[in-house]
């Protein structure tokens, strides 16, 4: 596994053996300022996945961002878009609004993403769409 950042806010890394990305969001981020190398963490990562990648997004400690930060999320997913990611699955968060911002992100973008209950069935069924299995 390769950690690109692990911080209070966030946790993004890539697993080359399965070509999947994990991103894990943590807490309340007021604005972007509070997440300055967080756009730039996704550029590396996207840039050492394989086209057809995965990603494991877990939202549980999510809460809910304010307008700034959502236009952050929606820059991600284009990224995540042109890049050909090939299936999104997330553990939503537990805060009602921010399932709502998670929700639109992805419908704004056009691309629908798999909710799961637990990062464990999550893993399993990107294993069986993406036919990787350990």
Do not use: C
Not at 72 to 101: F, G
């Amino acid at each position: 596994m390769i950690t690109v950042s692990d911080n209070q806010f966030y946790e993004i890394a890539y697993e080359p053996q399965k070509n999947r990305i994990y991103m894990r969001i943590n807490n309340y981020w007021k604005s972007p300022e509070v997440v300055p190398n967080y756009l730039n963490d996704w550029n590396k990562v996207i840039g050492i996945a394989s086209p057809g990648f995965t990603l494991l997004a877990d939202f549980r400690n999510m809460l809910t961002h304010p307008v700034s930060v959502k236009a952050m999320h929606e820059t991600v997913a284009t990224k995540l878009l042109e890049s050909n990611v090939s299936y999104v699955a997330e553990v939503s968060p537990t805060d009602r609004i921010a399932v709502l911002q998670v929700s639109g992100v992805w419908k704004q973008i056009g691309k629908g993403s798999i909710k799961v209950a637990d990062i464990a069935l999550g893993e399993n069924i990107l294993d069986q769409l993406a036919g990787t299995t350990d």
